[in-house]
């Protein structure tokens, strides 16, 4: 008796472990199918803005270094380096590709300033 008690006790185990093997594989797979699809096509649209943001921004400094507003064209500055920054901390593959945005004048020529030069 205590033979054939082991011997169901040791089946239903088997048993158990068994179901056990196939529903945990089965369960992480439906966590990773629609999710993560849906969280790679957030990041690839994240980062796809922040490029576009980066982008406008320098084209606006460039606009304003061109029109002599120094301060708008610092602010656009300052805006697309943030955007690239945040694009890197996102590892957004484009920002490992690109040149952080320059800042200043566009030609690297420096604004003249008031005053004597001395």
């Known amino acids: ?68 507003n120094a301060a708008a064209a610092s602010e656009a500055d300052s805006n697309a380096t943030k955007a690239y920054d945040d694009a890197r901390h996102q590892g957004c593959g484009w920002a490992a590709r690109v040149a952080p945005p320059q800042t200043g004048p566009p030609t690297g020529e420096a604004p003249m300033p008031d005053g004597p030069l001395y």
């Open 1 to 68: 008796m205590l033979g054939n008690k082991l011997q169901r006790t040791t089946a239903t185990i088997a048993i158990g472990f068994a179901l056990l093997a196939t529903a945990v594989p089965a369960a992480n797979a439906t966590k990773k199918g629609p999710k993560h699809h849906d969280n790679a096509a957030a990041k690839r649209q994240l980062c796809q803005d922040l490029r576009t943001i980066m982008e406008g921004n320098q084209d606006e400094a460039q606009a304003q270094w061109e029109a002599g």
